[in-house]
């Protein structure tokens, strides 16, 4: 089913993606409020590569969760006016699939954990019910025909007639081909005969305890019957990681996954998080604001500012020498208990999106600020073999 | 060692127990313990910081040093001679409710104070809140909300307008944010607008409760660059209250941890980190900071479990059920506040 339906997006080099599993080209989003057009996204250039973890870093308000937002095509449009770009995973353009295939993506390969579990989960479902019913949704297929194989091995005529197994197997078999016939969608509306698909609701909801297990859920038989507001928010993040999960996501996003929780909660999730990273192997985009979070657990980071990815690099390469004047101003202010001086705070604050500085974002702010600066926006080049930045003071480097 | 004339704000036994519910049938809620037999002592010029996680009551004791939530139980001395708060601990302990430790309360406790002489202090004791974004009265001016602790402390009125001009100035903003209100400020400047509102009438201690949490990495630093500055100049005393231990690290003189009510560890910035003889939840939260250097990767140290809830504390030590030393004795006794170091107090039966 993945791979068939190509659809209408166009072919793409099959060499330039080989290694990665999103390639996200001059993101450009806009919004439209009362007050005027918000540039919130000004050609954002990204890719996540097989198996990393990439982590994206920003203040508030610089982009981080939008770009996250527009590839999974989350953002309410309008206010949101998605205006150029591209985001390639697997040969297809996500920006411009139509909605019944981005539905297939959507959750089911690519999935996303928000900041706040509470407020992302339904309050009066139980926790272990949502679950199953994203794995129902994205998994039809595996759990209809684990559900037909298991009921097909039953009597085929009980005393009453044909046997309820068979019955119930045979409406697997058929939900499998053809969700929304006629049959089902009678069934769903005939009270008695709702309880036709108990059993792949059973299905459903084994698969859900084990991906609870996996998240390490304390008692996940117990947790299953449990509603959101019964659980602490540590416990909330693992259900809402376990769901997305629950569909083996070849790109997890995590925005800010921990930031609603305290430290001690935090390494717990965190530690989890890498730990199924591991077993699992899929990429990850890890949505922070926090720089110790990114030197713990990520392998590359993007900075971003104000809309503009500024500077990409491997993470010992980042912290050992950052490049961009703002990451060297990030990361110069973050609090070193050891220092007895006053922090190198970064002047000025976070610009209006709405009437954003002209050329480089950042020149306000900047100690280095030139007037080519002022004027144009900087190209993002390649100074150093596998580090992009976007600033007029690296220039590419001829050598490669 | 440096004689102490005076100790600013001393809080001896002090306890705080919220009421539950009451039901339509049946019992009435337990209540919640936010904190129980605090004792501590704030020296004049010195910044204490006050680390733990969220829900373990360290606002709570923040609004009720300064007597803006009435404890339960205990008492609150402020500005009190060091012989006067033995003997007031002592007739505590003693259980003698004699006229002298009425007269030591009446004096020095802010719990005991009439309401028109505590008014008087208020303007010596000043908080500043979480979250700026609340915080300011979103109808008022700026100039308005600088000028209204002046109003109430009857500072004449021809000195406002200059006054505020030079708290704007010491916080770093402009005259002409002088006729704006709060809503057109970033979180940034609306903090520095509440800690201008804080220091308005050169208060001596000032509660900092979570000041820094509700902003970026950038802002932050530019706050507590503020805050030092205040410091440095003015020598007033902080409570400064975080959950982010590098910060409380990076602002503290000496620094309180308190888990579920009970400050488990007291003692100077530097002990916390190196001192042999530390409480095994303090090891577990400078174990699950995330260091910022690709360089020391190190797993983090894993507490298990969540914090108990406060309405059914564990018994004996509160930290028992996540404690990775934790034996039976813990479950029976809580262990007291034992001075290792020279200032420097453990909780904790086995260090």
Redesign the interface.
Known sequence: MRSEDAGPAQSVNQDSIAARVLDLKDLRVHFETYKGTVRALDGVTLDIRTGEILGLVGETGCGKTVTALSLLRLLNTPPARILSGQALFDGKDLLSLPPREMNAVRGNRIAIVFQEAMSSLNPVMTVGDQVAESILLHQRESVCDAVEARLVEGPALSLWGVSRRRIFGWAAKRYRVQPRSLLFRVLERVPILRRWDTPLREEALRRTKEVFEKVRLPEPEAALKKFPHEMSGGMQQRVAIGMALSCNPDLLILDEPTTALDVTIEAQILQLIKGLQADFGMSVLLITHDLGIVAQTCDRVAVMYAGNVVEVANVFDLFRRPLHPYTVALLQAIVAPENLDDLQAIEGSVPDLIRPPTGCRFHPRCPHAMDVCRAVKPPTTEPFPGRTVACYLFPEDENH | MRIIEHVLISATSLTKTFAGRERLIGKPEDPVHAFDSINLDILPGETLGLVG??GCGKTTLGKSLINLLPPTNGDVFYNIPPDALHEARRLRADGSDGGRLAEIENRYSLIHQKSRSMRRLRKELQIVLQDPFSALNPRMLVRDILAEPMKTHAVPREEWLNRTLALLNRVGLHEDHLWRFPHEF????RQRICIARAIALDPRFIVLDEPTSAL???????I??LL??LRREQRTTFLFIS?H???V??MADRIAVMYLGKVVQIGK?EHL?DSPSRHPYTE??L?????????H?E?????P???PSARHPPSGCRFRTRCPIAQAMCAETEPPLVEHEPGHFVACHFR
């Open positions: 996680e969220s970033s979180g940034g400047q970026d990495v950038s802002v932050q630093a530019q507590l660059n030092r500055r959950h231990l590098r910060v690290r990076f910035t980190q577990a939260l174990g699950s900071v995330p260091e910022p250097d690709p360089f990767r797993p983090p140290q894993l507490l479990g969540e914090l």
